[in-house]
């Protein structure tokens, strides 16, 4: 095999969007299929990929998730592996995901545990969504491990350090859409006109009271209006406007609060205006949950091992839709340092490569301990 290094500039040239990973799947089954074959059995779905290693002497299956898509992001970070599709970039580090992924696969191929390991290569983590559907497919159910992990790049961390918490690691997410439609006019007659570039600026305002009065203090939510369009011309007013933005919360009972103060402001607004509006909350994440007995034996592990410095983080506003995995599997996701001033989803984004052998080398030692019973 290829060393890992150069697997990760592979894929990093090939960033695709959700449910559009056809050549990310292809590299990764053609690389899947100069393991060794004896014990592995090897599925499709969508774009995603699962592998099942067999177990010499099964009795539990445990897996290993890693996700696929890039971002639509102009890549700037002057790599001479640079994105080949314009446009398009792994900028949350999902190429350095599925090389630790393939690294352990190839490992695991020539030497199998006892139990069973499940490799799940999943699309569309940053959009649609690929974990809820993966996770309901016949073909999921029929492979049903019985505990799960991941990871997730931290450019905050350096290399050596992993950072993972019991509980909530990462929060509820949810997109927000709003559209408004009144009716345009000439800019010298606006009494012959509903303006929907007032009517937005007026729900953008109302809308930053709702963290600030309907949430309570001691839980947290974010309500982010990121991008506002609306009108043609300056001296045109504007039929239509557009909101776009994120909601987060630490409690899925906060989700729904600030989803209803929504409503409720939109449909005063309309009103108000005397518009139509629609409400469309896109793709929905629900929180990644750390189950506490894991997690805490893992972080134990990991101090006995004494090879990379573990730490206890606090939990973050972050969306991973690996949550819908942890929601019926016990398991955990853990971050690991990659030690670069730009953050995730920047154009800028360059993670020192040096984190994927700590990676790989950490979850071998991890997947052998829980999945050899001698």
């Excluded at 909530?168 to 606006?190: Q, R, V």
């Excluded at 607004?269 to 629900?286: A, K, P």
Aim: aromatic fraction near 8%; charged fraction near 25%; charge should be negative.
């Amino acid at each position: 095999m290829k060393p890992l290094i150069e697997i990760r500039k592979d894929l990093h040239r090939i960033p695709e969007l959700g449910f559009q990973e056809f050549k990310t799947q292809r590299y990764l089954l053609d690389l899947i299929s100069t393991f060794k074959q004896d014990n592995l059995e090897v599925h499709t779905w969508e774009t995603g990929i699962f592998v099942k290693v067999k177990g010499t002497n099964p009795e539990k299956t445990i897996a290993y998730r890693t996700d696929m898509d890039g971002l639509p992001i102009f890549e700037e970070t002057g790599y001479e592996f640079s994105s080949t599709h314009d446009g398009l970039m792994h900028a949350c580090g999902h190429d350095l995901h599925m090389t630790v992924a393939l690294g352990l696969l190839s490992r695991f191929a020539e030497e199998p545990l006892d139990d069973h390991l499940l490799f799940i290569f999943q699309p569309a983590e940053e959009g649609p969504g690929g974990a809820l559907p993966m996770r309901e497919s016949e073909l999921f159910q029929q492979l049903k491990p019985d505990q799960i992990t991941a990871l997730h790049i931290a450019p905050e961390y350096p290399v050596g350090t992993i950072a993972v918490k019991e509980g909530l690691l990462f929060a509820n997410t949810s997109e927000l859409f709003i559209d408004l439609t009144g009716k345009g006019g000439h800019a010298a007659y606006p009494h012959l006109s509903n303006d929907m570039v007032v009517a937005a600026s007026h729900l953008v305002t109302q809308m930053q009271s709702i963290v600030s009065r309907n949430i309570d203090p001691l839980d947290s939510a974010v309500v982010t209006i990121g991008k506002i369009t609306g009108g043609t011309k300056q001296n045109i007013i504007a039929e239509k406007a557009r909101l776009e933005g994120t909601i987060r919360t630490l409690s899925p009972e906060a989700m729904e609060k600030v989803k209803k103060r929504i409503e409720a402001l939109v449909e005063g607004i309309s009103h108000g205006f005397n518009c139509e509006t629609v409400i469309d909350y896109g793709s929905n994440y629900r929180q990644v949950d750390n189950e506490p007995g894991l997690t805490k034996e893992f972080m134990e592990f990991v101090r006995q091992q004494g090879t990379v410095n573990v730490i206890e983080c606090k939990e973050a506003m972050t969306g991973e839709d690996y949550g819908y995995f942890l929601e019926k599997i016990p398991g955990f996701m853990f971050w690991l340092g990659v030690d670069t001033p730009f953050g995730l989803h920047h154009s800028k984004l360059k993670p020192q490569e040096e984190a994927i052998q700590h990676a790989v080398d950490l979850l071998i030692q991890y997947f052998t301990f829980k999945g050899n019973r001698n």
